[in-house]
């Protein structure tokens, strides 16, 4: 390290590994911080000075996304793959289609040792590992050479990842001169990724206790319901834990209310409603807001389109039945999205948690106590049932009068 230099400015890293995968010399590595934060380093030993690694930087490059041309409510027309989807199924449709039309995808599998990492493929089967979201920080591992050699032999390829990832992906191919009309980019809206060893130090504190070996871990498991936010371990002989997101699992918790992520995010420049993406995807927290929408809310995900190549994807899946996908007016995701206008804001709680965690190097103490009046004000309202109050009285009133209840107190 003291002789290390950063590819970028220290702490504007994202680790989207697109300089690593582009150094000739092999010369670029991750270095760790005392927050578990990874970020970029080069051996200056090693280094040739051919600036690859720089020009391929996302973070040194200044490029203007695209402001989204319109908005969907939109979910799969496989009911299974609707509710064992995070959201609405989307990203799973598209992964069918490219798989249909032999081309390739890429996506976020869990390993064994609880790290997730891209993979490039293009069989149907195995979509099911890249489905549901990953609330952690992801590795790209060499999936941006992958997908270069791919597009190289004139295949078809959808990536589907953070803001910073797919921008580095573009970084990486417009570096290396690759030809991207047969590349379609999807690009999810993200609150911020947590450093994979605190899922590790989580995961590992649960089996301790449990004494049982996690071969399954579900950030919204969909036996529980997705919309639940459930995070579960299971093993061969089923669920041996489970917590809502409004609870006291102490990764939920951090996660959730942005105390664990990655320095960065909470700079993140791709937090707003330039995106880099030919779509972007999430949760719709602002369905119905702006317009009345009769269906049901549950398992629905918000589309935008970004690029007319994003509008004909929505189209044809639209068209093969693949998808149902309803227009909305854009301000429904623009304006009730925050991380569409700006990044997760530091807290208290994060700072109170980076000095515990400098201090202890303990994931779980550091948790418990930075987060404790969040984890008493949860157990008051879970105990309280104050959200099976909420949907019980949900349940019974229409839903045209609830429009105009909130358009009444609005």
Known sequence: MNQAKFVCEEGKCTACGSCIQICPMHCISYYKNSHETKMAIKDPTKCTSCHLCESACPQNMIRRGSKPLRCYAAWSCDENERLTSASGGIA??????????????AGVSIDSDYTTTYKLNNYPTYMGEFKNSKYVYSD???????IAKTLG??????FIGLPCQVAGLKQYLEVKRINCSRLFLVDIVCHGTAPDEFLKEHITSIEEKKKRKAKQVLFRDPDEGTHTFTFSLKDDKGTFYKKRVHRTDTYQVGYHNGIIYRDNCYQCRYACCERYGDLTIS?????????????????????????????????LLAIEK????????LD???????????????TDYRK?????????????FSVQQSAAPIMKRNELRYYSHVEEIRNCISAVVPRKMKTRLKRLLK
């Open 322 to 329: 693949s998808i149902c996908a309803h227009e909305r007016p």
């Open 283 to 315: 949760d719709f927290s602002g369905l119905g807001k702006i317009q009345p929408f009769e269906m049901s809310h549950r398992n629905v995900s918000c589309v935008l389109v970004n690029t007319e190549k994003g509008q004909e994807i929505i189209d």
């Open 352 to 364: 109170k948690f980076l000095v515990l965690y400098e201090q202890t190097h303990d994931f779980e």
């Open 332 to 346: 429904e995701a623009l304006k009730y999205e925050k991380q569409l206008q700006h990044p997760t804001p530091e």
């Open 140 to 146: 790209t591992a060499d999936v941006f050479k992958k």
């Open 92 to 105: 799973t449709e598209i992964y069918n289609h490219f798989a249909s039309i032999g081309g390739y995808y």
């Open 153 to 158: 032999m004139g295949k078809e390829v959808a």
